[in-house]
């Protein structure tokens, strides 16, 4: 049996301290810093690989 009724909500306003906010951006920018290295080594991986297929070659 499924539920007819939809329960829908809208959220209007979420209340936080200034400060709270900005410690969790802190904490945010500092925990995606390991993704842009990991990244950053995987472009570089990828940019040899694609540097020695298609690089200049002297025949």
Known sequence: MENE???EVTIVDIKMPFWSIVIFMVKA???S???FIILGIIGSVLSMAMGGFFGPHNW
């Open 33 to 35: 810093i390991p993704a």
């Open 29 to 31: 920018a500092i925990a």
């Open 5 to 7: 009724h939809k329960n």
